[in-house]
């Protein structure tokens, strides 16, 4: 793979990443090990098809694959400063409006749909094409990570509101 080829798709990883991780040196790390797996797989890219969409979707199987593997959860320390016994819950207000935090609070399917669909600008038929799921859980997602950033930006719910499944 030549670089001039991945080079003007290094932004959209990088976006991607960030979002996808919430931190930058774990998502540069991300984008690096991306680029390093897709000059490895470069043999299954077919010319004539979406680099762009190739490389997101080499990036999200390496992170969910990462995820499952549980290896990076050690690198993962709280920011959260201990409460002191002055503190003021007010000063925390201000968070809830923090879109970063916001997405960062939802689950990591729905951010990736959300992500992919509202910032990278995929339709649904190629955001479900990299991510290898259907269309209609596609929509399904984006409806509800809609919806939750929605009532999270409003203080409506909390940050961490479980989902709920309807039975059928």
Do not use: F
């Given at each position: 793979?030549?670089?001039?080829?991945?080079?003007?798709?290094?932004?959209?990883?990088?976006?991607?990443?960030?979002?996808?991780?919430?931190?930058?040196?774990?998502?540069?790390?991300?984008?690096?090990?991306?680029?390093?797996?897709?000059c490895v797989k470069w043999s299954l890219w077919r010319p004539?098809?979406?680099?762009?969409?190739?490389?997101?979707?080499?990036?999200?199987?390496?992170?969910?694959?990462?995820?499952?593997?549980?290896?990076?959860?050690?690198?993962?320390?709280?920011?959260?400063?201990?409460?002191?016994?002055?503190?003021?819950?007010?000063?925390?207000?201000?968070?809830?409006?923090?879109?970063?935090?916001?997405?960062?609070?939802?689950?990591?399917?729905?951010?990736?749909?959300?992500?992919?669909?509202?910032?990278?600008?995929?339709?649904?038929?190629?955001?479900?094409?990299?991510?290898?799921?259907?269309?209609?859980?596609?929509?399904?997602?984006?409806?509800?990570?809609?919806?939750?950033?929605?009532?999270?930006?409003?203080?409506?719910?909390?940050?961490?509101?479980?989902?709920?499944?309807?039975?059928?």
């Amino acid at each position: 793979m030549g670089v001039e080829q991945a080079w003007p798709h290094v932004g959209a990883l990088r976006r991607y990443a960030r979002l996808l991780t919430g931190d930058a040196a774990r998502a540069d790390d991300l984008v690096q090990d991306t680029l390093e797996r897709a000059c490895v797989k470069w043999s299954l890219w077919r010319p004539g098809t979406a680099l762009r969409a190739w490389l997101l979707t080499l990036m999200h199987n390496l992170h969910a694959n990462q995820r499952r593997d549980h290896r990076h959860d050690d690198a993962c320390v709280s920011l959260e400063p201990a409460l002191e016994p002055g503190h003021d819950p007010t000063r925390r207000l201000g968070d809830r409006l923090d879109l970063q935090r916001a997405l960062a609070a939802l689950p990591p399917d729905a951010r990736a749909v959300l992500l992919l669909v509202t910032v990278e600008e995929y339709s649904y038929a190629e955001a479900a094409e990299i991510l290898g799921v259907p269309v209609g859980t596609v929509m399904s997602r984006l409806h509800r990570a809609r919806e939750r950033l929605r009532l999270q930006l409003e203080g409506d719910a909390p940050a961490a509101a479980p989902l709920t499944l309807v039975k059928r």
